[in-house]
């Protein structure tokens, strides 16, 4: 299925997404005033999703926002949804024609375009009623008990039977034992990407800098490490040792001293790559606990698991919620959405190399998010039967067909010019410039996480070793927001140093706006150092 808007046309994949809104229609049909989480329990889909098509639904006007209910989840309330007359009785078919009906209009072709845009792109990480109360009893029996609440959400959670916490520290003897015990290709690649990570990380240092005025008035600014970071890595089955590189090293290249990761073992599973990337970056303890009792152990400290200064690492809703909850008290490094790429193409690449650039973001979860802007409307169809060829072959095809159903897109823009507008507007996390002149077209990009330039830069490089960071802003993000780097780890203290013929004419300027803010104490301050 085709959806003109104007200039630029979006293929969707078409039947399981009207399946699924077909569905919420009639679940809507039988239960007035649902809210997105109970639509998305009865249909087993994440309720990001749900509220994707909710949205859709809302802007053709077969659904409509009845009322709230709230707050729930951050404080906000909850959207009531109940349908309206123009759906009732409605089957796949008719929904189909009055969604091209509403989506074609054409006066506000260019609009609808925009606004359907904003429903692909839409994304909440608001966390509901059930995690949030989870996530504040963790924290605070954290901070009540220690290490006794942390061993026991341990053995519950992980399905652990420790008696305490000496059990769950991981000694530095065993980390280099796992680097060791690695095959001969693994521990080589694991050490040039560190080697290519640290490389590229040692570029970004800041030094301190000042400067004296005419009248001997020192002005600059000093740059210190922070003291200790702690690093969340997930943990079980999943090996994710690239996180440790990207987190750990600028860490140390900033100086940090003292760095603490943790990571979850569930039913005692090990991941040796992980203890060995660990090793590998310098990692000063490390402690096989996860969830939200991680987290706030690390924020609040035990009296086994040191307080920290900033907390960074990828998590689950428990995790990201925990982090949010705990900002203030440390730092976070972000929280982070579903993983996305966005490839503007000219339509020369191979088209399996770009449907396999957008499965290598679909795989992660279904929630993650494959775009492919390309003039070439021949070359969209080629890419599109590049998926069905290549996609019953996948191993996490289930999650890949999934993801690009619900928030998958392959978009006929007019122009690259075109294109740089959209892609500015989406502000990707990964931005593939797959086209002839990428370095050129890379200084029209005013949003984008990290720039993959011309047709042999896979994303997936990036991902590993590359060099630059991997955790890079999401979720739109990147128009304000920056990837991971080694300024993350570093602080900015300003230096004043004042001559006495300095502080005197200074003295003077201070009075005149202290008095004229009402502030008799700062003005008599500087008053004072101003010589006769």
Sequence with gaps: MKIFFCLITIIWYTEPVQKTRQQILTYLNTHPGATALEISRYLDLTPANIRYHLGLL??????????????????????????????????????????????????????????QLDQLLAWESVSDDAVNTTVTGIIADIRSRGDAALVE?????????????????????RLQQALDGLPNDQRTALQTAADRVRSYHEHQKQDSWSYTEDDGTLLGQQITPLDRVGLYVPGGKAAYPSSVLMNAIPAKVAGVEDLIMVVPTPDGEL???????????????????????????????????????????????????????????????????????????????????????????????????????????????????????????MERADIIRASLADRGALVQVKDMDEAIAVSNYIAPEHLELSVEDPEAMAKQVK????????????????????????????????????????????????????????????????????????????ARSAEYRIKD
Excluded at 271 to 291: D, P, Q, S, Y
């Design 153 to 173: 959400y341990t053995n519950r959670f992980d399905r652990m039977s420790v008696a305490d916490m000496t059990e769950l520290e991981i000694p530095a003897a």
């Design 271 to 393: 991941n040796e790559l992980v203890f060995a990337a660990a090793a590998i970056c310098g990692v000063n303890r490390v402690f096989t606990v996860g969830g939200a009792q991680a987290i706030a152990a690390l924020a609040y400290g035990t009296d086994t698991v040191p307080q920290v200064d900033k907390i960074v690492g990828p998590g689950n809703i428990y995790v990201a919620t925990a982090k949010r909850y705990v900002f203030g008290t440390v730092g976070i490094d972000m929280i982070a959405g579903p993983s996305e790429i966005l490839v503007i193409c000219d339509g020369k690449t191979d088209p399996d190399w770009i449907a396999m650039d957008l499965f290598s973001q679909a795989e992660h979860d279904e929630d993650a998010q494959s775009i492919l802007l390309c003039p070439d409307a021949d070359y969209l169809e080629k890419v599109q039967a590049s998926i069905e060829k290549l996609l019953p072959a």
């Design 447 to 522: 949003h984008a996480g990290a720039i993959f330039m011309g047709r042999y830069t896979a994303e997936a490089l990036g991902d590993y070793c590359a060099g630059p960071n991997h955790v890079l802003p999401t979720s739109r993000t990147a128009r304000y927001s920056s990837p991971l780097g080694v300024y993350d780890f570093q602080k900015r203290s300003s230096l004043i140093m004042c001559s006495a013929d300095g502080a005197s004419e200074l003295g003077k300027t201070a009075s005149t706006l202290a008095r004229g803010e009402g502030l008799e104490a700062h």
């Design 58 to 115: 809302v802007t053709s006007g077969l659904i409509q926002i009845s009322g709230k209910r709230g707050p729930a989840g951050a404080g906000r309330p909850t959207k009531l949804y109940n349908i309206t007359s123009r759906s009732l009785g409605s089957n796949i078919e008719s929904l189909l024609a009055v969604i091209l009906e509403t989506l074609g209009s054409d006066n506000s072709a260019d609009e609808t375009f925009w606004s």
